[in-house]
């Protein structure tokens, strides 16, 4: 089993859909949580950090569930600009050293 | 502020053929790291230095060698390519190396062994 795992995608939905990823790690010791956004063949980016008590930045939730270790990531209203590769990344306890990425979902928001 | 910039942008290599994958970063971070992303997956980590003069392994690091040449520099090098070594390759850089930082990744170096 893979410590980071996420939804396979990809994700196609119409412009203005609400869309959920999600996301599992397998080690309950996992201190730190984020979501990337990778476009077509670029670096990834910091989307947004994932806090306990879950985090709102415009259009996009995230949210933490440690009893059922997974993290998501839901956009609403969505834009075409939105269609990219989410990169789940899970830091372990210690330093960002033992960063592990999920492999990633792919959304792509259609007219 | 250029941010992270990795040099060269792609590059072919023949098996057995060595090179050198550059990073450099103007953020006055401490922590950077190599990672190897393979089509259709998340990025693994090779190598990454907490900071100035260390350096420790990561998820793959067998076929590779790293030096933190100073503050802002972190090389990758490939002593004998292999095919298997074909892959993008980013580098990144963090602030001070603590978990929840966020890391600011270069452009990328493909790299294609034939």
């Known amino acids: 089993r893979k410590e980071v795992e996420q939804d396979p995608g990809p994700f196609n939905v119409p412009e203005g859909a609400t869309v959920a990823f999600n996301c599992t790690y397998s080690?309950?010791?996992?201190?730190?949580f984020f979501w990337y956004r990778q476009d077509c063949r670029k670096e990834p980016k910091l989307l947004m950090s994932?806090?306990?008590s879950g985090n709102e930045d415009g259009r996009f939730t995230a949210q933490l569930n440690r009893a059922s270790q997974y993290i998501s990531l839901l956009i609403r209203d969505s834009k075409l600009s939105d269609s990219a590769t989410y990169l789940c990344?899970?830091?372990?306890?210690?330093?960002?050293?033992?960063?592990?990425f999920g492999d990633g979902t792919t959304l792509t928001v259609k007219p | 502020n250029a941010g992270v910039t990795q040099t060269p942008k792609f590059q072919v290599l023949k098996t057995g053929q060595s090179m050198t994958l550059q990073c450099a970063q103007d953020?006055?971070?401490?922590?950077m790291y190599w990672y190897r992303q393979d089509p259709g997956m998340g990025l693994r980590l090779i190598y990454y230095?907490?900071?100035?003069?260390?350096?420790d392994k990561g998820e793959v690091p067998n076929g590779y060698n790293v030096s933190r040449l100073n503050k802002r520099e972190f090389s990758l090098r490939l002593e004998s390519a292999a095919p298997s070594q074909t892959s993008v390759y980013f580098c990144?850089?963090?602030?001070?190396?603590?978990?929840?930082?966020?890391?600011?990744f270069g452009p990328g170096t493909r790299l294609l062994v034939l």
């Open positions: 990144a850089s963090s602030d001070g190396g603590m978990q929840w930082e966020t890391q600011y």
């Open positions: 080690n309950s010791a996992s201190q730190s």
């Open positions: 994932v806090y306990s």
């Open positions: 990344v899970v830091n372990g306890n210690t330093n960002a050293g033992k960063s592990t």
């Open positions: 953020m006055n971070h401490n922590s």
């Open positions: 230095s907490a900071s100035e003069g260390t350096t």
